[in-house]
């Protein structure tokens, strides 16, 4: 098993800037990617970044060049920067973690955080 804790939400004005961390224990040789999600209300959970153990990374569209995710793979931590965020950030922010890339990044990873409530007001 693996457990991952976030940490680092909070509520931000719009244009604001916070930074999520992403703990991981546990079984840590079953981390190869790591990734963000989101959740709104009313909305489905999305897919906001991933990062490999290599350091190769992926982002949505809603994320690209606005966040920046990066690991410290001897800590078995990950962040998330969100910059200039908006309102439509407002969610839930999971992480996630897992062996499949692929997997990660279309739902289904191995392993979910609890999730860190990030607030957005305009």
């Known amino acids: 098993q693996v457990q991952l804790v976030e940490s680092g939400g909070g509520l931000v004005q719009a244009g604001g800037s916070l930074r999520l961390s992403c703990a991981a224990s546990?079984?840590?040789?079953?981390?190869?990617?790591m990734g963000w999600f989101r959740q709104a209300p009313g909305k489905e959970r999305e897919f906001v970044a991933a990062?490999?153990?290599?350091?190769?990374?992926t982002y949505a569209d809603s994320a690209q060049g606005r966040f920046t995710i990066s690991r410290e793979n001897a800590k078995n931590t990950m962040f998330l920067q969100m910059n200039s965020l908006k309102p439509d950030d407002t969610a839930v922010y999971y992480c996630?973690?897992?062996?499949?890339?692929?997997?990660?990044?279309?739902?289904?990873?191995?392993?979910w955080g609890q999730g860190t409530q990030v607030t957005v007001s305009s």
């Open positions: 546990g079984r840590t040789l079953s981390i190869y990617v």
């Open positions: 996630a973690t897992g062996l499949d890339y692929r997997r990660l990044t279309a739902g289904i990873p191995d392993y």
């Open positions: 990062i490999s153990w290599s350091g190769a990374s």
